[in-house]
């Protein structure tokens, strides 16, 4: 089996590597080639992937290389887990859209348009040569926005799904707290990439019981502040949102506090830095503690079970991924890319049976999968009045006024990857 990185220059990536090296007997990888256009970052990452690789007496060889068709040709899997334009760019998108009183994240509002905006072109492209060397092979996206991301690999005919590792760390979390092992809870997992609920928590299984109520009785606290949400608001809803939905629930509040520290893509490039040359020491052969600060826990898991699904040999597998709606959310076209519990076997993802939704949550969910609707057209097609309709019907925007200013801002700091601009 030969599995592709591209983006595997990543720091994030000895995270992956660790858990292709543990759950060999999951997936067995005989070839793993990292791809990345950063040869001096794809070398240390590389070097330490194999140190991981023969520490823990993987069989399997790495390569690298930062020709991307020599990387995925013949490839059973191709990962993406791009970053275009690198933490510069994101210091941006988290930088300019505060200047209109609006949030600054790199996957939700203005800067996350921006971000789809780069990023989608590229990962077509991308895309493209994995079908002309490969038409059989899966496509695993990671790359944020990866509902956007996602449908747009759909819509172009390619063999993808999207994977996110937020509901995995839902699972791991709530079973610490349980007491459980993480394999005997269940989440009733709903909505868009970075706009979930976990509906329920059943032990055994989907039929078991749901012990979500329990949950937040006896451990509110500890998941509320795991939210940074007062523990009053998750006992009224009864769910337990996502930590993106702070940004809509306290949107003021956390523009407010975006102003006074330092920004995330700050914090992450002085991580980065110290994680590279943490990578390039030889003796170094296991992933450092402090990668765990820079995000993406238990991606590694989340990948190899999903890849190991679609590449496998046996039936079905329950995960909870991105894929095509089709009525599963009726409220939402067909077309629309959901994050839910599915089926994954070798014929890919298919979404299972969800319980109808408070208004409270279908509302919400219509109306950013609108703004993706408009985000995707402009990621495709350009043209500022595009840019513009997306904005104003993202609902953390929603002013005329303000998708104005963020037009033109966006335009200005992304001129470089968008062509027509």
């Known amino acids: 089996m030969k599995l592709a990185v591209v983006g595997g220059g990543s720091t994030y990536t000895p995270e992956l590597i660790d858990g292709f090296a543990r759950l060999r007997d999951t997936l067995p990888v005989e070839e793993l080639v990292l791809v990345d256009p950063a040869a001096d970052r794809l070398e240390l990452v590389g070097g330490l992937a194999r140190r991981i690789f023969a520490k823990q007496g993987h069989p399997g060889r790495i390569v690298t290389t930062t020709d991307i068709d020599a990387g995925v040709a013949d490839a059973d899997a ?55 060397t490969n038409p059989n092979a899966w496509i695993i996206d990671f790359t944020n926005p990866v509902g956007i991301v996602t449908r747009a690999l759909l819509q172009a005919g390619h063999k993808a799904v999207g994977l996110c590792n937020v509901a995995i760390g839902f699972q791991r979390k709530f079973a610490a707290l349980l007491d459980v092992t993480p394999g005997e809870v269940h989440l009733d997992h709903v909505g868009l990439n ?7 928590v059943r032990l055994g299984g989907p039929g078991g019981e749901n012990v979500l109520p329990r949950l937040i009785a006896e451990h509110g606290d500890a998941i509320a502040d795991d939210l940074h949400m007062p523990r009053a608001i998750v006992d009224r809803l009864g769910v337990v949102p996502s930590y993106y939905l702070r940004y809509f629930y306290a949107h003021d509040e956390v523009v407010r506090e975006l102003g006074t520290k330092p920004s995330r893509a700050v914090e992450v490039a002085a991580m980065e830095k110290e994680l590279l040359a943490m990578y390039g020491d030889p003796a170094l052969d296991e992933k450092p503690a402090l990668l765990a600060k820079r995000g993406g826990a238990f991606y590694s898991e989340a990948a190899v079970d999903l890849a190991a699904s679609l590449l496998g040999g046996g039936g079905s597998t329950r995960q909870v991924v991105n894929t095509y709606n089709n009525g599963t959310l009726p409220f939402l076209p067909d077309d629309a890319v959901i994050e839910v519990q599915a089926s994954v076997d070798r014929t890919g993802a298919t979404p299972l049976a969800v319980a109808p939704l408070d208004p409270l949550y279908a509302g919400l969910i219509g109306n950013v999968t609108a703004y993706e609707d408009l985000a995707l057209e402009a990621a495709l097609r350009g043209g500022r009045d595009r840019v513009f309709k997306a904005l104003l019907a993202h609902p953390l925007i929603g002013q005329f006024e303000y998708a104005e200013a963020l037009t033109d801002k966006l335009i200005a700091h992304n001129r470089e990857h968008l062509p027509w601009a």
């Open 78 to 132: 191709v990962l993406l887990q791009l970053r275009v334009g690198g933490q510069a760019a994101r210091a941006k998108d988290e930088a300019w859209p505060l200047e209109c009183g609006c949030i600054g994240q790199e996957t939700t509002g203005a800067g996350g348009l921006a971000k789809a905006m780069r990023t989608v072109p590229v990962v077509l492209d991308i895309a493209e040569r994995v079908r002309r």
């Open 194 to 200: 970075h706009l979930t609920w976990e509906t329920g």
